[in-house]
């Protein structure tokens, strides 16, 4: 199975809340297309989903295979599978229910966790692949057409057709390869169950094809169809998406900052290093040491939205003092590569803490923000507060994207602080518009759409 990017579970009790606060805004991820590919076992259908993702050439196409959800075998039936004589190749052996749930997961724009089949051992493994915000999903397998419920998820049905020796000739050399199979075994199962079960189940699944084709990969017709219906439906979600990050501007004008948007105290110490940073002629030296300094600055005021609990400790002294203890554990999320530049800063400031990191870039042809990469603390759902850090903020869309991920990963968003050098008054409305409980802590509030010059300057390219 190809997957994407993966990330930690998100918290069933969190599902109504997540999904409650995405009235104003929702990631590209959240109508994700899925395509299904049926047909007979050796018939071409991991091809033709391998090269219709090859000839997108796009991050976001993910293909799930049905493999992964064959039923777990008991004793009995693991003893006739080692035989060749267990039906891999009846709709009883695919575990439908489990299917259709991951496919509702992540038509919500949810994270779910994927099955692994072992074909050699005959039993799902302990381990997991996770899957989350692809935007088209390919589902391949001989009966992807046959649930109604799954093909009422669909937006596209393809049927794969090919010649019956043809489909035997593949079907060995893969299973003797990768399976861990004989060519006697394969022939025993392609008489006794594959042929018979491939006339009674998959055959009729041709009726509820939108496409068929026949030759696989090398009907170059059909798969111009099945690209271009995705890059228009790319393109449809793209518009939408930017549409609606425009209507988040609406009132920005006239309403107030939120009450949660902390904006450091321009005092006269942090005027002065902000003057050297802003200074074009400030050197690369004296830069990052400054902005290393009001990093920290930025993390301390974002910890105090941290909870605490009294401790009382002993002094060198001898005394005792009433303090406070975090509650629970503090994380902090990365967005690249800006947030990078605070890494000094919270080393100094939580030494200890665990880290995670986000890529979100820009299309440069539509300007909308894109997820490109994604790795998260397993449980970061249960943590305290989880700082997530950003060089710059200007029209919000990252910022916006970011935090729908923490809270797509079970982060309540009253534990979510954004802390930031700079924003635009705009960014920081939108985002705390769409999630209203999150903290925002920013150096300094800008212009709108400022170039993101922080980063070239403290990376110094």
Known sequence: MNTGIGSP????????????????????????????????????????????????????VVILSMDSYYKPLDAEASKKAFLNEYDFDSPEAIDFDALVDTLRDLKAGKRTEIPVYSFEKHQRLEETTTIYSPHVLVLEGIFALYDQRVMDLMDMRIYCEADADTCLSRRILRDVKDRGRTVEGCIKQWFGFVKPNYEKYVVPQRNHADIIVPRGIENRVAMAMVTQYIERKLLEKSTRHRAALRSLEAGCDDEPLSDRVVILKQTSQLKGMNTIIQDIDTSSEDFIFYFDRISCLLIEQALNNVHFQELTVETPAGHLYNGLSPKGEVSAVIVLRGGSAFEAGLRRVIPDGRTGRLLIQSNTRTGEPELHYLKLPKDIGTHDSVLLLDAQMSSGGSALMAVQVLVDHGVPQDRIVFATYSAGYVGVHRLTKVFPEITVVVGSMVSDFEDRWIEKRYFRC
């Open 9 to 60: 579970a998100i918290v069933a009790d969190n599902n109504a809340d997540t999904i409650a606060k995405r009235a104003h805004y929702s990631p590209p991820w959240a109508d994700l297309s899925i395509i299904g590919i049926a047909g007979s076992s050796g018939s071409g259908k991991s091809t033709l989903s391998h090269a219709i993702v090859s000839k997108l050439n796009l991050p976001w």
